[in-house]
């Protein structure tokens, strides 16, 4: 089992930046790749962006490619979501996911979910 906890969410004006942790426990952080989705109010639940093991690569939706930046740290058991020049089309609840090594941007192939952390971006 895999325990997956994000945090870093907040209520930002258009053009700020957050950045968004999530903190894996349980299985070898290192055998998953880990993806970042959002639901924002009556909208399904949407692809962000997603990285491979250690030293793989990226992938991201077009709506936040050259904003968005996935990233982890696996001595720390955590990935990262840096966002910059937010809009207020990227308030959403944002949740990480994991699943076993190959990444994936459609959210039904994820083993494990997070709570979600909110984020608000004010026009």
């Known amino acids: 089992q895999v325990r997956l906890v994000e945090s870093g969410g907040g209520l930002v004006q258009a053009g700020d930046s957050l950045r968004l942790s999530c903190a894996a426990s349980?299985?070898?952080?290192?055998?998953?790749?880990m993806g970042w989705f959002r639901q924002a109010p009556g909208k399904e639940r949407e692809f962000v962006a997603a990285?491979?093991?250690?030293?793989?690569?990226?992938s991201y939706a077009d709506s936040v490619k050259g904003r968005f930046t996935i990233s982890r740290d696996d001595a720390k058991n955590t990935v990262y979501l840096q966002m910059n020049s937010l809009k207020p089309e990227d308030t959403a609840l944002y949740f990480c996911?994991?699943?076993?090594?190959?990444?994936?941007?459609?959210?039904?192939?994820?083993?494990?979910w997070g709570q979600g952390t909110q984020v608000t971006v004010s026009s």
């Open positions: 349980g299985r070898t952080f290192s055998s998953f790749a």
């Open positions: 990285i491979l093991l250690t030293g793989g690569g990226t």
């Open positions: 996911a994991a699943r076993y090594w190959v990444v994936s941007t459609r959210s039904s192939d994820y083993n494990y």
